[in-house]
Every structure is written in structure tokens, then in C-alpha cells.
Nanobody
């Protein structure tokens, strides 16, 4: 099993920045890809960004490309999401996820999920 714990959410004004963190523990050697997803009230969960553990190509949704950056500290088993130029439409619960296979932004392909951290962007 893999445990994921997110932190770093909060409230910010439009144009501001936040950095989310996701600490992974457990059988993390089985994980090849980690990603961030978000779900706004009344909407489906959507993929935001994903990347291969240990480095490699990163994938971003069109809605965040150029504003968000996914990164990791392999020594700390921690995944990050730097969010800049935040917009009110970025308001959502943000989830960290992981899977043994290749990276994607399709939520149904991910096996492990954190509890989420709330991000609220006011105009």
C-alpha cells in the first residue's frame, strides 16, 4: 500500500501563488507516476499535472499549462505543485495520486489517492 498526504492549500487572491506538497510513504518503490488532480463543486475530477518518479516528462492540462509546475524531491518522497497566476476557476479540492504504470491525466488509471487539500482563489 501507498499513503499520500497533501498539504499547502489555502485561500489566495487572484494572481497569487500557492505550493502544494504531497508526502508519499509505504510501498513507494512500486510507484512510477504521481500526479495532481482537482475537483470543483458540482464538477468531475480532472487531471492537472503528472510526472514520472525520479524525473522525466511532465504532463499538464491545457488549463494550467504555463502557470503550474509539477516537481519532486525524490530524497523526501515528496511531490509538489507550484501554482502561479491563480484564477478563481482554479478553486477546487486538490488531490495527489499515484500509480505503478505510465503517466496520464486520467483519474481512473490511478490506484492511490490522498485526502485532498482545498484551494480557494478569490477575485
Amino acid at each position: 500500500q501507498v499513503q499520500l498526504v497533501e498539504s499547502g492549500g489555502g485561500s489566495v487572491q487572484a494572481g497569487g501563488s500557492l505550493r502544494l506538497s504531497c508526502a508519499a510513504s509505504g510501498y513507494i518503490d512500486s510507484i512510477h507516476c504521481m500526479g495532481w488532480f482537482r475537483q470543483a463543486p458540482g464538477k468531475e475530477r480532472e487531471g492537472v499535472a503528472s510526472t514520472y518518479v525520479g524525473g522525466g516528462y511532465a504532463y499538464y492540462s491545457d488549463s494550467v499549462k504555463g502557470r503550474f509546475t509539477i516537481s519532486q524531491d525524490h530524497a523526501k518522497n515528496t511531490l509538489y505543485l507550484q501554482m502561479n497566476s491563480l484564477k478563481p476557476e482554479d478553486t477546487a479540492m486538490y488531490y495527489c495520486a499515484a500509480r505503478p504504470g505510465y503517466c496520464s491525466l486520467r483519474q481512473y488509471e490511478y490506484n492511490y489517492w490522498g485526502q485532498g487539500t482545498q484551494v480557494t482563489v478569490s477575485s
